[in-house]
């Protein structure tokens, strides 16, 4: 073939000048286009110790591997040649509409991962009106996020302390700020070993030894902020210094059992929600005591190494249980693929950890957004080429488990 130089007028209409926004996050964020981006912009720039709290998991980490591998298992079966002009995203939980099936997960310690942690999730939560779960290990207090975000819907996660007075507190002080429902995290008897915050030694807040030191150099950005805000106490607690591991096996009640139900359903009016479920029998238990949702979920892989992938046990959960309460479910969603197969087998909804604490990491409550929008515009492309218009449609024919 014979070859001529490129004219002018030729290569003039490729040209194109990139337009890259001005502030530097929102740089930074246009360039993340995955869950995954976000995890990997986070992990340049926070502290070693603090993007492997977030990202690790327990022991061999393999609860959280098996989760996300359950989602590659995955095989969609889409009708074709449905009119699929729109596709609802809202699903209803609890009664109330969500207008997308998804909310952010009660996630501890969230001003570690960016200065304004639990306050920037919650105000990204508002803007796209889904729900925003505070945890009892938050660093912001129950009525500082509900002044933040007034409008957001909002639930209280709940760990029963030892002083049970203590923990009657925290519920009328969720009660008195508007939080919606409350949650009870049952798989945590005993801090599950988060090998990598032991190798790190991460202490809350984060100490100034020689490494820490040292790392401060590669992230300037993030010890600047964190030592020129409000110090880092649990808002909820009282102050402490000391490991994750240390906090939890001092402060949470190991000898709580379904009996304790009732004690929180006096306490506790409004909807109640028993989060760590793994199994039909416990999932049978949870709703026999009352809980009115419960939470299909392995913690993220952060507390018992080698459990199932909740993803593979929703199916039976869900006939067990499904007619009598409703499931959500998390632990490995990185995709909003993931949640829409979750929501085929049998879950009202999912939760989200680190997917929504990689965005707050990489950019704040910008980044927050930016991983809502990410996982909104995934579902409702997944829905789409699966062939249907809405949530509702979805049933078990649409996935299969390889
Ligand atoms: C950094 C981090 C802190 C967490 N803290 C809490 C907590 O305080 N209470 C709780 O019930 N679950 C906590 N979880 C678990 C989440 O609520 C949720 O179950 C989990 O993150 C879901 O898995 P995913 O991160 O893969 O989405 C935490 C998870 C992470 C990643």
Redesign the pocket.
């Known amino acids: 073939m014979r070859r001529q130089l490129p004219r002018w007028s030729e290569l003039r209409p490729l040209l194109r000048s990139e337009r890259l926004p001005l502030d530097a996050t929102q740089r930074r964020l246009a360039r993340a286009h995955t869950v995954a981006d976000l995890r990997a912009i986070a992990a340049r720039r926070l502290p070693r110790a603090v993007f492997d709290?977030?990202d690790g998991a327990a022991e061999q980490e393999i609860s959280?591997r098996r989760?996300r591998r359950s989602f590659d298992r995955v095989e969609f079966h889409p009708a074709v040649l449905r009119d699929v002009s729109t596709a609802d995203t809202s699903t209803t939980v609890l009664g109330q509409r969500w207008p997308l099936p998804f909310g952010l997960?009660?996630?501890?310690?969230t001003r570690l991962?960016h200065h304004e942690g639990e306050r920037a999730a919650a105000r990204a939560a508002q803007r796209a009106g889904i729900m925003y779960?505070l945890?009892?290990?938050?660093t912001t207090s129950i009525e500082q996020v509900a002044a933040e975000a007034p409008q957001a819907r909002k639930w209280f996660?709940l760990?029963v302390w030892r002083n049970r007075d203590a923990a009657k507190d925290l519920i009328e002080r969720a009660r008195a700020a508007g939080y919606e429902a409350l949650?009870l995290?049952a798989d945590?008897p005993v801090a599950g070993a988060r090998m990598r915050d032991v190798r790190n030694g991460l202490t809350i807040p984060p100490a100034l030894t020689p490494s820490t030191v040292l790392d401060a150099a590669r992230c300037p950005g993030w010890w600047f902020n964190l030592l020129t805000t409000e110090p880092m106490t649990f808002a909820n607690l009282r102050g402490w210094h000391g490991t994750v591991a240390e906090l939890v096996n001092e402060m949470f009640d190991p000898s709580v059992t379904f009996a304790d139900i009732e004690w929180l359903r006096a306490a506790w009016p409004g909807p109640l929600l028993i989060?760590?479920i793994h199994t039909v029998a416990d999932a049978r238990a949870a709703v026999d005591h009352g809980a009115d949702a419960i939470?299909v979920?392995t913690?993220?892989?952060?507390q018992l190494d080698r459990a199932v992938a909740p993803l593979e046990v929703l199916p039976a959960i869900a006939d067990a249980v499904g007619d009598r309460a409703e499931i959500l479910l998390?632990?490995?969603?990185?995709h909003g693929g993931d949640v829409v197969a979750a929501l085929a087998l049998g879950a009202r909804g999912c939760?989200?950890?680190?997917?929504f604490?990689y965005g707050l990491m990489a950019g704040g409550e910008q980044g927050v957004q930016r991983a809502i929008a990410i996982l909104a515009a995934e579902i409702t492309r997944t829905l789409r080429l699966l062939g249907v218009s809405g949530v509702g449609e979805l049933n078990r024919s649409h996935v299969s488990l390889r």
């Open positions: 709290y977030t959280l989760a997960a009660p996630t501890g310690f991962m779960a945890s009892t290990m938050g996660q760990y949650i995290t945590t989060k760590g939470v979920s913690h993220g892989g952060r998390d632990t490995g969603i990185m939760l989200v950890g680190r997917a604490l």
